[in-house]
């Protein structure tokens, strides 16, 4: 009986689609009208990019000096922006207007390369995704605390040794996971623009104050700091200096890092022009506005304090005054980081209800949604299902966070882990078997030498931050004050 009621509402879906095709109202799949420009792609990749990230740039070029430091950030901004453009050709298989859609970057890679690759790439996407959101919750957590310790160092005085001014980081990450309980129930992307819009516009509210404080400490040095090379040993062991280096292209990495929610985003968009063009067009505009902003953020912080650069811009506390503007900068952290942690993890919402709905197409408790009038605005779909399981979500990564509240070096981690297999591996090939590219080409070699360059730097990556993580391990108390 289950069975027949479910293939009566699949043909009426598929009725109402064929109708509705090619309407005002309705795109060439069936779905409702697509209205995305430009503009929202490039503010939802903003909103992705320009996350805590372009906090630990600064860091990160004190590790590499002024040499290697802002050529990594170049070499990064490009390789990203030029397999940005290979996945977009990705998102229609076959002909690029008139092709079959693929929704989310798994449905790309099922078209493109099939196989155990399907699972290989889910497995690496949502796991870098919830990975992602424990990074932003620590992060918001790290801003919410500095935001606490800015005022009482004001008023205390003193430096990061003021017993006066130590905070636990938990209350913070719990009031971040609570409002993130509220946000999740948001159904999709489509939904979520003003938020992305209001995300983006603090991002770019934070990194210029960043940068502001950044020119004026160096005005009032009267002088550039750094080295060519970066800190130097003696300053760090040798070792040290080796694992922080690796380290900080990881964290390089994670500044960058957005392919893995590219599809997604493309799915909003309206045609024509062909997704891929605007696609294209918003990759280029964001890479480049945020290449700007990690190249001023990262050399002006390093300008600044040198090898002692901190970990995290504006909250490590090179700057005390003015206080009230670092509050300001670490409260517009917190604003975008809520934003941005429901552009990550959408992809990863929808793709677990839409594996339990078809497992489980019989459970009404999966299915049924109820509707709420708002009035002035459309009705609101309510799911049960979606309810409890994204709250699970939400407190699963906040113990998580709770746990490992170390900054650095998780975004470290984050970066290495899905830079390779997410912005270049997996594009690569996907692009090589769309256009039909021959094996031992001279296109073709190129494409490889550039993901296994690319992998050499994952793992190096990787193991620096993972370095770090034990190291900050064998000093950290779970729950603790910090000061």
Known sequence: MGDNKNRQVFDLSIDVGA?????????????????????????????????????????ATAQLGWVAGPTVM?????????TSTLLAACYRHGDPITGKRNYT???????????????????????????????????????????NRAG???????????????????????????????LSQIPDFDQLWWLSILAAVMSF??????LGLG???????????????????GTVSETEKIWRSFQALGDIAFAYSYSLILIEIQDTLKSPPSESKTMKKASLISVAVTTLFYMLCGCFGYAAFGDMAPG??????????????????????????????QVYCQPLFAFIEKYAANRFADMEFLTKEIKISIPGCKPFN????????????????????????????????????????LTVYFPVEMYISQKKIPKWSTRWLCLQILSIACLVITIAAAAGSIAGVVLDLKSYKPFSMSS
């Not at 020119?215 to 040993?233: C, D, H, P, Q, R």
């Not at 952290?333 to 809520?338: G, K, Q, S």
Request: hydrophobic share 50%.
């Open 152 to 182: 009482c160092f004001h008023t205390h005085g003193g430096a990061n040794g003021n017993s006066k001014c130590e905070v636990n980081s938990n209350p913070y990450m719990i009031a971040f996971g609570v409002v993130q309980i509220f």
């Open 312 to 341: 995290n811009l504006l909250t490590g506390f090179g700057f005390y005054e003015p206080f009230w503007l670092i509050d300001i900068a670490n409260a517009a952290i917190v604003i975008h980081l809520v934003g941005a942690y």
């Open 205 to 210: 509210t934070y990194s210029t104050i960043g």
């Open 19 to 59: 109708q509705q095709v090619g309407s005002k109202c309705f795109d060439d799949d069936g779905r409702l009208k697509r209205t995305g420009s430009v503009w929202t792609a490039s503010s939802h990749i903003i909103t992705a990019v320009i996350g805590s990230g372009v906090l630990s740039l600064a860091w």
């Open 105 to 147: 970057y798994m449905d790309a890679v099922r078209s493109n390369l099939g196989g155990f690759k399907v699972t290989l790439c889910g497995w690496v996407q949502y796991l870098n995704l919830f990975g992602v959101a424990i990074g932003y919750t620590i992060a918001s957590s790290v801003s919410l605390m500095a935001i």
């Open 215 to 233: 020119i004026a400490k160096v005005a009032e040095n009267g002088k550039f700091m750094g080295s060519l090379t970066g800190i130097s040993v």
């Open 74 to 82: 170049f070499l990064f901004s490009f390789v990203t922006y030029y």
């Open 382 to 421: 309510m799911s049960l299902f979606r309810i409890v399981w994204r709250t699970i979500f939400v407190i699963l990564t906040t113990l998580i966070s709770m746990l490992l509240p170390f900054f650095n070096d998780v975004v470290g981690l984050l970066g290495a882990l899905g830079f390779w297999p």
